[in-house]
């Protein structure tokens, strides 16, 4: 009964949950968006469900559906011989079978590791870590009776949550954070003061630096004042430094109407699969780049950090996702994760985010994920 609670409280979470919509083409963005980003687009608007607190509701699933990306291939039509039974992969790895949680209009089907719960639905690439939003590359299928994932999404999600991490040594750790945007590349704008995403930014990494050397690391920033740093630059310090993480700080806007809050956290999109979100950049599923070698670690740590930072700022859960498009994802030969720490576009958020208290709070959040 209290991990049916906990499901139905994950449905909960759900019902303040995103609200994403692709950025209508052509719609003009705020000045500097991001800009060395590109031009935001989502490929697939997050599925969204509306869960009862005890009673079934029939609503629709979210109303728009998936957008076509023409550089995402396929997957395979899913089959026994292709996809993992979820049931097979917990008799294989000595656990309970899948519990199936009725609750309308889509079935959750969770399965209980050593170290948390997971939670798919069929059709959704939306899956629940400990009730945390993580996207996954392709959306569970039904076969017959059984429930089936992906072998990327087995591989590169289930597995490397599933197993748990080990945190670096305390005695030899160290992270490079790159407080996003800089000098001439503002970042966005915050709707509540006269101030730029590349201030919160630097902000924010600079109440984190100490935090983490407190707790044992050897901190770099890859700019320390408002500077311009190119993208290879930042991704080549956590080389040049032999970082166990690198670490890209930045907040979020919205041009469109939706006016959304929340934290995205990213990590890069393991090969094979489609990102969650491609800014216009061209998705290529079958790219391998360096940094593609830590994809457990990534994911890892961008679990850890999301979790932490939702805890602290009570803000919407807008999913821990895969991406290519963030240069700093790609370059680095090392674990590393950008933070979308808020929408400095949604009023309410951009007040929070005004208050160094709770702009402290963030650094928190972010020093105890790495304790
Ligand atoms: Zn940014």
């Not at 869960?51 to 629709?60: D, F, G, R, T």
């Not at 590359?137 to 591989?155: C, E, T």
């Not at 000098?183 to 730029?196: C, H, K, L, M, V």
């Not at 707790?215 to 290879?232: I, K």
Request: proline share 9%; glycine share 8%; hydrophobic share 40%.
């Amino acid at each position: 009964m209290a991990k049916l609670t906990t499901l139905l409280a994950c449905g909960l979470v759900l019902l303040t949950g995103c609200n994403t919509m692709p950025r209508p083409a052509g719609q003009a963005l705020p000045p500097n968006w991001d800009a060395d980003l590109g031009t935001p687009r989502e490929v697939e608007p997050a599925p969204r469900i509306t869960l009862p607190s005890h009673l079934p509701v029939a609503e629709a699933t979210a109303a728009a559906g998936p957008k076509i990306n023409p550089a995402v291939v396929p997957p395979p039509p899913p089959s026994e011989a292709n996809w993992v039974s979820l049931n097979g992969w917990a008799t294989q790895n000595g656990l309970r079978a899948l519990r199936t949680i009725p609750l309308l209009p889509q079935v959750v089907y969770a399965i209980t590791t050593l170290n948390g719960v997971f939670a798919v639905r069929v059709g959704s690439q939306t899956a629940f870590w400990d009730q945390l939003d993580v996207r996954l590359g392709f959306a569970p299928q039904q076969i017959g009776d059984q429930i089936y994932l992906h072998p990327l999404d087995v591989k590169k999600t289930l597995e490397p949550l599933a197993r748990g991490m080990t945190m670096p040594d305390s005695l030899s750790r160290v992270i490079v954070i790159d407080p996003g945007h800089g000098g001439t590349n503002p970042g966005t704008r915050s709707i509540a003061e006269a101030r730029n995403e590349k201030e919160y930014t630097l902000d924010w990494a600079k109440r984190l630096a100490p935090l983490l050397a407190q707790q044992g690391w050897r901190v770099f920033l890859t700019r320390t004042n408002d500077v311009d740093v190119s993208l290879p630059d930042r991704a080549a310090l956590a080389d040049a430094r032999h970082a166990d993480l690198f670490l890209s700080l930045h907040f979020n806007a919205s041009a469109s109407g939706s006016d959304p809050a929340g934290v995205e956290t990213y990590c890069l999109t393991p090969t094979g699969m489609a990102s969650t979100v491609t800014r216009g950049y061209n998705d290529d599923v079958q790219q391998v780049f360096p940094n593609n070698a830590f994809d457990a670690e990534n994911l890892q740590y961008a679990v850890r950090l999301h979790r932490a930072l939702l805890e602290v700022s009570g803000t919407t859960d807008r999913g821990v996702r895969r991406a290519r498009y963030p240069a700093v994802l790609r370059g680095p030969n090392r674990p590393a994760v950008l933070i979308e720490g808020g929408y400095l576009s949604n009023p309410r958020e951009a007040r929070k985010l005004a208050d160094p208290a709770y702009r402290q709070k963030l650094a928190e959040a972010v020093a105890r994920a790495l304790e």
